[in-house]
Nanobody, 114 residues
Framework: QVQFVESGGGLVQPGGSLRLSCAASGMIFSSFAMGWYRQPPGKQRELVARISSGGSTNYADSVKGRFTISRDNVKKTVDLQMNSLKSEDTANYYC????????WGQGTPVTVSS
């Protein structure tokens, strides 16, 4: 059974950094592109970054230049380094396959506030 476990969220001041990590199990991780998604309070979930099986990356305009996605196909993990955080980055963050969403994990909350 596919499972995603996200970690690394927390409370951070504007301009700060966080590194999120996602551990995947129950899938042939190296074969699929992966994405980091977020759902701000009261809003729909959105894709913020994705990485192909070969390591090519793509970012939403709102995070380009601030966020970096990476993956380790041996460890079956996908990370999201978030720098220069803004209040509008406040959300619950999830990882999942891209495309072809599988069952969502619990996510990890990120709050950017002074």
């Amino acid at each position: 059974q596919v499972q995603f476990v996200e970690s690394g969220g927390g409370l951070v001041q504007p301009g700060g950094s966080l590194r999120l990590s996602c551990a995947a199990s129950g899938m042939i991780f190296s074969s699929f592109a992966m994405g980091w998604y977020r759902q701000p309070p009261g809003k729909q979930r959105e894709l913020v970054a994705r990485i192909s099986s070969g390591g090519s990356t793509n970012y939403a305009d709102s995070v380009k230049g601030r966020f970096t996605i990476s993956r380790d196909n041996v460890k079956k993990t996908v990370d999201l380094q978030m720098n220069s955080l803004k209040s509008e980055d406040t959300a619950n963050y999830y990882c999942n396959r891209f495309p072809g969403i599988l069952r969502w994990g619990q996510g990890t909350p990120v709050t950017v506030s002074s």
